[in-house]
């Protein structure tokens, strides 16, 4: 995620996904900030999620759907109205949505090319393209729940995606594979809670992709409310996230402009990648970049 770009540009076939390496131009808070001044009407005309499909038919037409679907795009419009306006706290808009959904696909597929099997298939026999429906699925609705408010909005979550789940799979899965994968989905949305304990790889992706939102501009909202603490300085710290795999290990590399982002990556991922499953196949990188700050440590490995 280096700086910013329009994250409804793009197409299916994207090796870098959509989203999650945003490029030059708008922050994204000030998009976020301006999604939710919007009538609900023009908010939603602005949402359009796109993702590298690669070939993944079920998960193609399933963006389609989503992208069409008024209603779950209202809530998103609702959460970020309750997120930014309300409680002046990070983007919960659909650019959010945007990022962790792309990121949770790029987490899995890179830990496919290490040799790491999702949940889905493990367990259930089923395909990695059901994991990235899962997956997608669990990064599109994992914080539905901030519509109606943030205190327990992981729980809340629940029951606005059990609702829509059933549409947006229609026709896509038959029972009762069609129920295996909602049960998947909830379990990734519950599974995003600070204590939250994932029992499938598919659930660890979606929490940790969560958590890897942290890339510059992104917490801009707190800053220029005056709401300085660790959190935003640390957040405002970093620059970019970078996501690959070699020697059979996923590589997260994380660019800081001032060390205080370590907060971002001791405390705030490494809670969330603790427990996820994805700690025996992840190497968490922090880098200090630039001329700005005087090198106060060397790489740091979590
Ligand atoms: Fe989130």
Redesign the pocket.
Known sequence: MTAERDPSAGTDSDEVPQGAEPAPGTPVSVRAERGARMTPAEAVRDMRVTIPVRGNRTLRDLIDRVNRDGSLKALWHAANVNAVTRMQIND?SWV?IQI?TNIGLKLLRELRRVGVEPGMVRDYAMSQEDAEVVVVLGCLT??LGMAIHRVSHEEMSLFLAADRLPGLLDGLYQEPERTIVEAEVLQTIIC?RSDGQPLSLEAGVVRVA?AL?MAKGRSRIPFETGRVSIHSLSAAAIEEVRIGSSEGRVRIEIEMNNSSGLYQVDNLLRSKLRGSGLEEHIDVIATIKGETEKRLLPDFRL
């Open positions: 919960h959010h962790v994992h914080c995003h969560d939102d």
